[in-house]
DNA sequence: GTCCACATGTAACTGGTTACATGATTGG
DNA sequence: CCAATCATGTAACCAGTTACATGTGGAC
């Protein structure tokens, strides 16, 4: 139950309509939440059903027309409610740390050029969250409520530096590795 | 579609029946990637329906009966084919950055405690993986075919004292916030 | 012989994904 | 007026989750 408080922080930060949503989606919050525009609708709809969102007065919506929507306050509310509720950690799930145990049985063959292919993946994602930062986050002048962003971000780029790391690692390891089956 | 591939894995390094399979994922493969017995005994038939494994000849299986599964030949080819084809990354979701993001908006109120009891899991998952590690991987005897599976562990433990010191860092801006609305 | 733990399984639901459909607006 | 693009939406599917059902065998 993610999602509709995803959007609910979006339209707080800038009431919006779906596709521009789903383009924010794309950049900034969906690095940590990623959404697609079918979605953002569907969510959308409930939120407004529920009496969470309304669309901006000004307009009388139709399909093919822009529909911009805000947050009411049973929206914040809710919002307010969830982040502060305790929610259990979910379990890690990682496709290449199972790839890699699975090569572990059935041989290696194969699995560097993707390795490879991640490592620059995330090189690049890397670098464009220190750009981020370096253009959000001068040193030194943190503004009070920048700071929770500034905290997210930095996890990012750690995150990004543990597995640019790690990804170098394992390529070493293969190329000492005898070939396997 | 990663779960059967698991499950080839898991069966590889020792035949199983599906309640053995639930316990394993609770224990090593669960550490990156989860599976509820309902999965498990769903993915089971399909994979036996498929041709990839089948039930150990000796049994005869009934309902309430243990029935043990091992890979055949064709299980093998797929799961080498899965583990060498390239794969994008998924998308990063994580509930607890996106937490940090709405406190952003909504006000940090009541989000601390729940960031000292993640703090204190990480702690404890990290302490888990660093028994694993002094028990498989003694320093100096790393056995070629174990080179992989140590590389794995040590993701897990990277991964555990990014996110310790991360949430300490996070709980430590709390302390000098003002507390917001 | 009854209860409990072991073991396998069914059913309903939810959230995310993929493919496609439809209407409005704009540039040529 | 036609094509391209913007914008919203429908439908079908799949994986993961939750709740519950059913059968077996051993301890008491």
Redesign the interface.
């Known amino acids: 139950m993610?999602l509709p408080?995803?959007i609910?922080?979006a339209l707080?930060?800038r009431p919006s309509s779906g596709l521009e949503l789903t383009r924010r989606f794309d950049r900034s919050?969906?690095?940590?939440?990623?959404a697609t525009h079918q979605q953002i609708y569907r969510e959308l709809a409930r939120l407004e059903a529920g009496g969470y969102i309304r669309t901006l007065p000004a307009e009388q919506p139709a399909r093919g027309q822009r529909k911009s929507y805000e947050v009411l306050p049973a929206g914040?509310a809710e919002?307010?409610r969830?982040?502060?509720?305790?929610?259990d950690?979910?379990?890690?799930?990682?496709?290449?740390?199972?790839?890699?145990?699975?090569?572990?049985?059935?041989?290696?063959?194969?699995?560097e050029?993707?390795l490879r292919?991640?490592l620059e993946?995330?090189r690049r994602q890397l670098a464009e969250y220190e750009e981020i930062e370096r253009r959000d986050f001068p040193p030194g002048k943190d503004a009070?409520?920048d700071?929770?962003?500034h905290?997210?971000l930095?996890?990012?780029i750690?995150?990004e530096t543990?597995w640019t790391?790690?990804l170098s690692?394992?390529l070493e390891?293969f190329g000492?590795?005898?070939r396997?089956p």
Chains 1, 2 share one sequence.
């Open positions: 993610s408080h995803a609910l922080t707080l930060e919050i969906g690095y940590f939440w990623s914040r919002l307010a969830w982040t502060a509720a305790s929610q950690p979910k379990p890690q799930r990682d496709v290449l740390l199972l790839r890699l145990r699975a090569a572990a049985v059935v041989g290696t063959a194969g699995l050029a993707d292919r991640h993946l995330h009070p409520e700071r929770l962003r905290l997210v930095r996890a990012g750690d995150l543990f790391r790690w690692d394992a390891e000492d590795l005898p396997l």
